[in-house]
């Protein structure tokens, strides 16, 4: 895995596309500290499918997931009280 400073990727992007293309995942660095990884489309979706269960995972693990499928409560609006005269 390469390792590149931001000034040299933002520099030589397309040099640094390449490279993530042809030697796979490369590092971008910040004053030293590994900051973020380009990856090529195709190993991208392929982390993505495998980080996202799939139903048959989730009606066979042993405790309940329903937060994942619940979607949150809306605020509850109160109504006005008429005023009796």
Sequence with gaps: MGKWQVQDAKARFSEFLDASLTEGPQVVTRRGVETAVLVPIEQW???ERRARPNLKDLLLTAEPRTEDLTPPRRA???RKVPALD
């Design 45 to 47: 979706r392929s982390l």
């Design 76 to 78: 509850q609006r109160h």
